[in-house]
């Protein structure tokens, strides 16, 4: 199950559980996440990268998130304008607590256009 907070429905996360380690999310572009530079914000890109990692690890019954993120990278390749973004996650490696994650966006060209790393800390 997929986590279920207010802040992913507003930004219209669409999300595919791809197998077991990876996660795909969509997000429509809307003006609303454009820059005074007419590209998409790093805030949005890194929001997508941060909840595609966020949820590798399924959510609970309740849809309440069961790791936390303990530390976010986000490299920026290429400017973002199109219509939409896609981010790949998969988990690298799980321990006891701690999971690090990686998170590739491509634009509606399917260029890749940022890169990130996260190491999410499990709660239970």
């Keep these: 199950m997929f986590i279920k907070q207010p802040f992913d429905e507003f930004l219209g996360f669409e999300y595919k559980k791809i197998d077991e380690?990876?996660?795909?999310?969509r997000l429509p572009i809307q003006d609303l996440f454009?820059?005074?530079?007419?590209?998409?914000?790093?805030?949005?890109?890194?929001s997508l990268a941060?909840?595609?990692?966020?949820?590798?690890?399924?959510?609970d019954a309740n849809g309440i998130q069961q790791a936390l993120t303990v530390d976010l990278?986000?490299?920026?390749?290429?400017?973002?304008?199109?219509?939409?973004?896609?981010?790949?996650?998969?988990?690298?490696?799980?321990?006891?607590?701690?999971?690090?994650?990686?998170c590739s966006i491509f634009n509606d060209?399917?260029?890749?256009?940022?890169?990130?790393?996260?190491?999410l800390f499990r709660k239970h």
């Design 21 to 25: 380690d990876h996660v795909q999310l």
């Design 73 to 102: 990278n986000v490299s920026f390749l290429k400017a973002v304008t199109g219509s939409y973004l896609i981010a790949e996650a998969h988990i690298e490696k799980q321990g006891r607590t701690l999971i690090h994650t990686d």
């Design 109 to 119: 060209k399917q260029e890749l256009v940022a890169k990130s790393k996260a190491i």
């Design 50 to 59: 941060d909840v595609a990692m966020s949820n590798l690890i399924p959510a």
């Design 34 to 46: 454009l820059n005074s530079a007419g590209v998409v914000h790093g805030g949005i890109i890194s």
